[in-house]
């Protein structure tokens, strides 16, 4: 039988994991103009003063009532909605599985939600046959035509004509027949009808043990939970974050190859000891093709106030600029770098995470809980065998992060970081500025609002 668009929105969504609901639920609010994070259960939704709290009334398996997050003020019913009507909260508003749906077909631009329904589950509503009657197997019975159904096959001819309430019975009569078949396949008629019990044992069910639940996804770090990535964007700002508050080395690499054979690579290494007192030193090997790239192009450093590039075409070598106050108080731009990559190269297709068990230094890390994060697929950048792994703390702090693709023109390529010497780093001026002509050490100062 053909479904309609309507039944087969409702059976991804069920058939979905709760965090696969969450996430679709997420897309459409944004799309919708929200801007929203996935937080534990709940999605939440800001738009200018107002917040929207969603969640997805559980299926119950073992009780008559989903399970509904007290903080929720929208909920979407998987089933009956009166019934998650009741386990709500009082002043949540409940959506029937009929009412998201008309909200994705309708309640976006044309074709979007055709759109965000095929980027989560596959298949675009446009595709399926529009809602209609379409008859069932039994709708010709029903209409007083021929007989039709499961039953047609089993029922003499002479019963299709009775009335429903003798039909009904015969139908009982026949699956009573059935289930009490001997162990020769032949129904005993007494047996079905309540008569004396055959003196040969029959054999005893086996009992289908009942399903373990499937444990909803727990948080193990900002926009991370044990189902993957939820929001690479949370997680990246929870790392900058981190990183403002830290000092470390912290070690960039980009490297190009052909059919396997390295043609470049380019290596940053920058010492922290402040968000806005840095070295920064950048070596090259090989010639490079693709740019931008997350490597810097020039060595630096920043002293808290100024920061000096760096430069040999400039007349004294090296040029400078003054840090708007503004942007001092802010996490630095080494923090702010590291969080862009990790919202560009975390926002996976396909992700997955597990505890990391062995510390590769444990002495500094047996106390911190450390989670693999591995991905796979990606729209950013436009390639092919994108892989990406992590290795996160639970505050978001991520310690390392390695990426490999192919572009579309068949070069290969792979960007890694890793943070070492972290609450331990110190930084001096570099020899290169010391070098500079001039009483002033020949800085080209050029005052400018620019990140530190």
């Known amino acids: 039988m053909r479904q309609f668009r309507r039944s087969r929105f409702g059976d991804l969504i069920r058939a979905a994991g709760p965090s696969g609901r969450r996430r679709f639920l997420a897309d459409l609010w944004t799309a919708r103009g929200w ?10 939704a800001r738009r200018g003063d107002r917040t929207e709290r969603l969640a997805v009334g559980s299926r119950p398996r073992f009780s008559l009532s989903p399970s509904v997050p007290d903080e929720a003020t929208v909920v979407v019913a998987l089933g009956d909605p009166a019934r998650t009507r009741r386990a709500a909260p009082d002043d949540a508003r409940v959506l029937s599985l009929d009412e ?4 994705v077909r309708y309640g976006l631009p044309e074709g979007r939600g055709d759109d965000l329904v095929a980027d989560h589950f596959g298949v675009r509503l446009a595709d399926l046959p529009a809602d209609g009657g379409g008859g069932g197997a039994g709708s010709a019975g029903r209409a007083g035509g021929a007989r039709t159904g499961p039953l047609a096959s089993v029922l003499p001819p002479a019963l299709s004509s009775l009335p429903v309430a003798p039909l009904l019975f015969a139908a009982l009569l026949v699956a009573a027949v059935v289930v009490t078949a001997g162990s020769g396949g032949v129904p ?3 047996e079905a009808l309540g008569g004396q019990q055959p003196s040969s044992p029959t054999p005893t069910a086996a009992t289908t043990p009942a399903p373990t639940p499937t444990p909803e996804p727990r948080v193990v770090a900002p926009g991370v939970t044990t189902a993957g990535v939820e929001n690479a964007t949370l997680l990246a700002a929870a790392h900058r974050r981190a990183a403002a508050n830290r000092s470390y080395r912290w070690t960039l690499g980009y490297r190009e190859s052909i059919a396997g054979d390295e043609t470049g690579r380019e290596v940053e290494v920058v010492y922290v000891e402040a968000p806005h007192v840095y070295v920064s030193e950048v070596q090259r090997a090989g010639r490079l093709r693709a740019f931008p790239r997350p490597t810097a192009s020039e060595d630096a450093y920043a002293d808290g106030t100024t920061r000096y590039a760096r430069r040999p075409a400039e007349p004294d070598g090296v040029a400078a600029r003054v840090l708007d106050p503004d942007v001092r108080d802010g996490p630095g731009r080494q923090a702010s770098r590291a969080a862009r990559y990790l919202d560009w190269y975390l926002s996976a297709d396909e992700t997955s995470v597990a505890r990391v068990t062995t510390p590769a230094n444990a002495s500094v890390e047996n106390e911190v809980a450390l989670y693999r994060i591995e991905g796979r697929g990606t729209d950013f950048p436009r390639s092919r065998g994108y892989r990406v792994e992590a290795v996160v703390e639970e505050d978001g702090f991520v310690r390392s992060m390695r990426v490999t693709y192919e572009t ?3 070069l290969g390529v792979e960007v890694w970081f890793a ?9 001096t001026r570099p020899a290169w500025l010391d070098r500079a002509d001039g009483s002033n050490g020949g800085r080209t100062v050029v005052p400018a609002n620019a990140t530190g």
């Open 100 to 103: 998201l749906f008309d909200l």
């Open 408 to 410: 579309r023109d068949g």
């Open 35 to 44: 801007e929203t994070t996935v937080e534990d259960r709940l999605v939440v």
């Open 188 to 190: 005993t008629l007494g």
């Open 419 to 427: 943070y070492d010497a972290v609450g331990e780093t110190t930084v």
